[in-house]
């Protein structure tokens, strides 16, 4: 994406890209926050009043525009009650606020994302979109969702064990009988999604399927975890192709190889898995350079 002098008023690849996200919420979900109620409904109000700017860098507006989505998410989980009598601990509460999936998921399913927003001519009033449609597009939006990182499997657990303080910090047997489990479920899926493990993929083992894969030893791995500088994914990222980038971001997501295939127009989902190969080597050479 291209960085104009206006964007870099913002905290960019932070604030803004929840932009399309605010303007997606419906109308009465809308009003019911006060920073994203302030928002002008056209891009010439918003840019030119700096303290829009302001509010849109503001930590405010983050919480906002999370909890909003989080409460559109909540109604597709199968889960009852309100939304916030659950604990912030809870899995359903860790995967209503998986907002960068979310904004991700909005921008593939329907193309409703930055860029898209900024193309919309400066004085046109930016219409609520309708609350059906919104409904339906949520819906798919979290099918898709529940695929990605065994979600599906963990909130089934969660259904076992209904109780919220199971999964609160303090250790508790409940919470150990649960976390056995999901290790489990997890385990057998195959796949613990890092960034070390989606760029070190081993397509000859047998295990390897297209879903799920197997991934070569550890000590010829790179722990992204214990890396603390977000800086250094970040320059990583940028020697990267906007395609190869995508691809690389789409899988730190959970997403399948023949789901980013159908998205980016390959015929196949082993030219993704080429792409990641072809990642791994830069990202080997950038590490190389960079341990010197």
Not at 14 to 32: D, H, K, V, W
Not at 212 to 220: F, K, L, Q, T
Request: hydrophobic content about 40%; proline content about 4%; glycine content about 4%.
């Amino acid at each position: 994406m291209t960085h104009t002098p206006l964007m870099s008023k913002f905290a960019f690849d932070n604030n803004l890209i929840y932009l399309p996200f605010a303007y997606f919420l419906p109308e009465e979900l809308y009003f019911r926050f006060p920073t994203l109620r302030k928002l002008p409904r056209t891009l010439n109000e918003l840019f030119s009043d700096e303290e829009m700017i302001d509010l849109i860098n503001s930590d405010q507006f983050l919480d906002d525009v999370w909890d909003a989505i989080a409460l559109l998410v909540f109604p597709h989980t199968g889960f009852r009650g309100k939304f916030f009598d659950y604990e912030e601990h809870s899995p359903v509460w860790v995967f209503c606020y998986s907002h960068q999936l979310w904004m991700q998921l909005l921008a593939l399913e329907t193309g409703w994302g930055i860029d898209l927003v900024l193309q919309i001519p400066s004085t046109t009033y930016i219409k609520f979109f309708d609350s059906d449609d919104i409904k339906e597009t949520m819906k798919v939006l979290v099918n898709i969702g529940l695929q990605t990182e065994n979600f599906a499997e963990t909130l089934d657990i969660m259904r076992e064990y209904p109780c919220d303080e199971d999964f609160r910090p303090a250790l508790s047997n409940a919470r150990i009988d649960f976390y056995r489990k999901w290790y489990h479920v997890r385990t057998k899926a195959g796949v613990m999604l890092s960034l070390d493990d989606n760029l070190f993929i081993d397509e000859d083992n047998p295990e390897y399927n297209g879903d799920y894969y197997s991934i070569v030893p550890a000590d010829e791995r790179v722990d992204f975890n214990n890396i603390i500088e977000e800086d250094y994914c970040t320059r990583f990222k940028k020697l990267l192709s906007d395609r190869d980038r995508q691809i690389l971001e789409m899988r730190e997501l959970g997403l399948t190889f023949e789901y980013i295939a159908e998205k980016l127009g390959y015929k196949t989902h082993s030219a993704v898995v080429k792409r990641m190969n072809a990642i791994k080597k830069v990202f080997l050479e950038f590490q190389d350079k960079n341990n010197r």
